[in-house]
C-alpha cells in the first residue's frame, strides 16, 4: 500500500506520538532510581510528622519533597532531636543525587535515541500500524529494505547491527531473533499488514512466519525458502501468499544475461514461459524514430511500459506518443523480440 504525502499535522501528531511512547518504553529503566526517591522522601516524612504531630502527614510529605530542592518549610528543628535534623541534611542530599542522575541519564538517552538506543527504535514500532516487518538485513533483506523505505512504514529485525545498509531514520531496526514471539511483538507485528521472512535459514523463516501468522492471523506472509517444492507445500498448507526461492528466481536472470546486457529483469509467467522487461536507447538513424509508440509495438511485438523523452517519463505512454533519438524505451517481451527490438534501436 502506498502512502499518501503526510501533511505537516500529521508529521507533528507522529513525532508527538513516538515522543511519548519512548518516556513508555524508557521510563521503566529508572524505576530503581524512582523508588530509591520515593521511599526515601516517604520516610523522611513519617520522621517529620513524628517531631510535629500537631501538622497533618500531607504537610510532612509536602516539607519532605521541599527539601529536596534545599528549601525548609518550618524552618531548621533545633530542639528536635538527632534524628530530625539528620532527615534535615540526608533529604537534600540524596533528592539532589537522584534527580540529578536521573535527568542526565534521560538526557543522554533521549540525546543518543535515534543513533545507538534501542527503546527508541520500539517506541517507532509502537507507533506504526499497517506496517511492514522484515526479518533479516542481509544481502536481500537490506536491499528490499531500501526500496521499501519510501513507500512503506518498515521495522526491520536482525540478529546483529546491520553493517552496510542505509536506511531512514524514520525505519525501526530491533537487535534479536525474529522467530522469537517477544521480538516480534516488540516489532508490533499484531498491527502489522505483512511480513517478509528473508533470513538465509529455511526452517527460521519458516517459524517466523508462523509466530507472526499466530500472532496476527490476518497478515500477509511471503518467505524466502530455498527449496522450492517445499515452498509451494508451504503456500497450501499454512495460506501464506508467497514463497520464493532466491535460486529459483536468478536461474532466468543468469540465462537472459548470456543473451543481452539489455534485460534488467526476467519475469517466470508460468509453463517454462518467461518475458524479459529490457531498457533501450534510441540511437541516431533508428527506424523507430518519428514513429508512435502503438506502431513500434506492432513492428516488433512488444509492449512499451514506459517512454521516457525531453526530460519526461511516461509510464504506459499514449500509444501516439512518437518516439525520437536519445529516448529511452523499456518494454516487455519475449527473448527473440528482444533481440529485434535491439536491432531496430541502434539503426
Given amino acids: 500500500m502506498i502512502k499518501g504525502k503526510p501533511t505537516r499535522r500529521d508529521r507533528f501528531v507522529d513525532e508527538c506520538w513516538i515522543h511519548l511512547n519512548f518516556l513508555r518504553v524508557v521510563l521503566p529503566q529508572f524505576k530503581v ?20 504531630p500537631h501538622h497533618s502527614f500531607a504537610s510532612a510529605l509536602y516539607s519532605a519533597f521541599a527539601l529536596n530542592l534545599f528549601e525548609v518549610a518550618d524552618g531548621f ?43 527508541w527504535h520500539m517506541a517507532l514500532a509502537s507507533t506504526f500500524k499497517n506496517h511492514v516487518v522484515i526479518a533479516g538485513l542481509g544481502r536481500i533483506g537490506g536491499r528490499v529494505a531500501q526500496r521499501l523505505q519510501s513507500e512503506e512504514q518498515l521495522v526491520c529485525i536482525e540478529r546483529n547491527q546491520p553493517d552496510g545498509v542505509a536506511l531512514s531514520e524514520n525505519v525501526a531496526i530491533l537487535i534479536g531473533d525474529a522467530s522469537n514471539p517477544e521480538v516480534l511483538a516488540k516489532a508490533n507485528v499484531a498491527k502489522a499488514r505483512a511480513i517478509l521472512a528473508l533470513t538465509d535459514n529455511d526452517l ?11 500472532a496476527n492471523p490476518e497478515i500477509r506472509v511471503i518467505l524466502r525458502f530455498f527449496n522450492d517444492r517445499l515452498g509451494e507445500q ?38 517454462d514461459k518467461v518475458v524479459h522487461l529490457a531498457r533501450f536507447q534510441i540511437r541516431p ?37 512518437k518516439i525520437a533519438k536519445h529516448d529511452e524505451v523499456y518494454v516487455l517481451a519475449e527473448l527473440r523480440n528482444i533481440d529485434l527490438v535491439d536491432r531496430l534501436s541502434q539503426g
Avoid: C, M
Avoid at 37 to 50: D, E, Q, R, T, Y
Fill in 33 to 52: 532510581s524512582i523508588g530509591v526517591f520515593l521511599s526515601v522522601n516517604l520516610l523522611g516524612s513519617l520522621v517529620i510528622w513524628s517531631y510535629q
Fill in 234 to 271: 508451504l503456500v497450501q498448507k499454512f495460506g501464506f501468499q508467497a514463497v520464493f526461492s532466491t535460486s529459483g528466481l536468478a536461474a532466468p536472470s543468469f540465462s537472459s544475461a548470456l543473451y543481452s546486457s539489455k534485460i534488467l529483469q526476467t519475469i517466470d509467467v508460468g509453463d
Fill in 77 to 119: 528543628p533545633t530542639d528536635g532531636g538527632f534524628l530530625v535534623q539528620a532527615v534535615y541534611f540526608i533529604l537534600p542530599a540524596v533528592g539532589l543525587t537522584v534527580i540529578a542522575e536521573g535527568f542526565v541519564r534521560l538526557g543522554v538517552t533521549i540525546f543518543n535515541r535515534k543513533r545507538l538506543s534501542e527503546e
Fill in 204 to 214: 527460521a523463516n519458516l517459524e517466523i512466519a508462523l509466530n507472526a501468522r499466530e
Fill in 285 to 321: 538513424g533508428s527506424p523507430l524514430i518519428g514513429r508512435t509508440i502503438l506502431e513500434a509495438e506492432q513492428q516488433a511485438d512488444v509492449s512499451v511500459i514506459l517512454h521516457h523523452t525531453q526530460g519526461k517519463t511516461d509510464l504506459l505512454p499514449s500509444a501516439e506518443a
